[in-house]
């Protein structure tokens, strides 16, 4: 059976996960894709083609991508190319203490190029990234023309 696991399942958004795809046969060619909707509903993704190992893993940190949204050995590669399906937006997150960005990562079996959405992963699970950790507190900074948002922790 296919898995994918992103470790730690909820981290900040500036540290580092790994991810991992275990249960493909040996040399099998995978896409795993990465997407997420901002706040405003607009989808976000990318997308890398691995070929399993000898065990049959992949995992981004170890295995290059041999093409997709990038190639080479990129860890956070995943995180790092997630691109607008409408041209000219930003992912930007506004609500930085109250929720995180839920990605969900998928496992499809081949080159996948598209997102057919009749074409159903061999494995997919989400992870969340957090902007703000547990207590830091938020203050809004308003003097003359300078805005900003001081964040003190716990």
């Known amino acids: 059976m ?7 399942q909820s981290s900040l958004a ?8 275990r249960g493909l046969p040996p ?20 997308r890398a083609f691995f070929r399993a190992d000898a065990a049959g893993e992949v995992d981004p940190g170890r295995h290059a ?15 790092w190319f997630l691109q ?16 995180p960005f839920r990605v969900r990562l998928e496992v499809f079996d081949g080159l996948c190029l598209g997102t057919d959405p009749g074409k159903q992963p061999l494995a997919s699970c989400e ?15 308003r003097e003359g023309r300078v805005r900003g948002a ?4 716990p």
Do not use: H, N
């Not at 997407?35 to 405003?40: G, R, V």
């Not at 607008?84 to 929720?99: E, H, I, M, N, Q």
């Open 84 to 99: 607008p399906d409408t041209l000219f937006r930003r992912l930007v997150k506004r609500d930085v203490a109250g929720s």
């Open 127 to 141: 992870a969340e990234r957090w902007y703000v950790g547990p207590g830091v507190q938020r203050v809004p900074i």
């Open 150 to 153: 001081l964040f003190l922790p």
């Open 14 to 21: 500036d540290r580092p996960v790994q991810i991992r795809v």
């Open 27 to 46: 040399s099998q060619l995978v896409t795993l894709r990465a997407w997420l909707k901002d706040e405003q509903g607009e989808c976000f993704q990318s």
């Open 65 to 79: 991508a041999v093409g997709g949204s990038y190639s080479g050995v990129w860890p956070m590669g995943l995180f």
């Open 2 to 8: 296919v898995e994918v696991t992103v470790t730690p």
